[in-house]
């Protein structure tokens, strides 16, 4: 039996190369060998205000997204939170054993409720949403980077809090453990390479989305910040921005640093540049043209509505479970 991974991802923007490199691409990796399950988070995007059409648009284009980098329908489930009741359903459940302190600690609802001039309910309380979307699916492994490691501890005091008092020395949810990604290298800007490559940093000439024409690549790619040497060699201390492009350039090949290094030792930054280009269209170009072929096709929303159906299926018996245990049935 394989074991289980849940991931949710915000349909907030178009990712990036850096949010391909990081998490994204090991999603295609791992369901070769897991049960998983991805899941548009929908719900979690209207924490802070969203214009409906344009979360409308971003949360079918993820979805599309997810299955031209090669997701695949028939070995994982994708579907879209809002389209399963349970979500929010469990979600009730876990905030009534959820406490006030634990989410007024939580720091991404510090950080996100400074910048705002009014805070919904909803930004201080979604972390039990995030909570539900996890245990419904039995998961035992959920992909973390460092910025969700306090959801997943909330989901973890959650999980034994409720096991020990409603499940009578039996588990009623699956605890779930954290998957750290593998190390794809923090992916830098490629203006300012001393700082993370964002899809919302103002200079559009920092970050390489994935849906960014090849023309447009090459010319990012060309303008890239590196340093006067022209020497090609890893080494972030002192060459932040050749070593970010070689963190790139290993990432889209498969090639490792060291031998990137001595295949272009003395060639310059600019045939470096055109060859590193080259890499990123030849990877993305083929996955774009599945995207624009996916977005308004119904196999798209064949594939969401069998996804949802499945989807339905689990977090429905488990929501089940839940209820039964706190006397939420006849």
Partial sequence: ??????????????????????????????????????????????????????????????????????????????????????????????????????????????????????????????????????????????????????HLELTRDFVQRFNNKYGNGKAILTMPEPMIPEDGGRIMSIQDPTSKMSKSDTNTKSFISLLDEPKAIRKKIKSAVTDSSGVIEYDKENKPGISNLLTIFSAFTGKTIPALVEEFAGSGYGNFKEKLADAIVAELEPMQNRYYELLNSKELDDILDEGAKKANAVASETLKRMENAIGLHR
């Fill in 1 to 150: 039996m394989k074991k289980k991974i849940f991931s949710g991802v915000q349909p907030s923007g178009i990712p990036t190369i850096g949010n391909y490199i990081g998490a994204m691409k090991q999603f295609v990796q791992r369901q070769d060998d897991y049960d998983c399950t991805y899941c548009i988070v929908n719900q979690h995007a209207i924490t802070v205000p969203q214009d409906p059409k344009t979360l409308t648009e971003r949360t079918r284009g993820l979805a599309a997204l997810y299955l031209a980098m090669g997701i695949d329908p028939k070995k994982s489930t994708i579907f879209i939170q809002s389209e399963v009741p349970a979500h929010a359903q469990a979600a009730w459940i876990v905030q009534c054993n959820t406490y006030l302190g634990e989410l007024e600690r939580m720091t991404q609802f510090k950080d996100k409720s400074a910048k705002q001039e009014t805070v919904s309910a909803g930004l201080l309380t979604y972390p039990p949403l995030m909570v539900a979307d996890i245990v419904l699916y039995n998961t035992e492994f959920v992909p973390v980077g460092e910025d969700q490691k306090q």
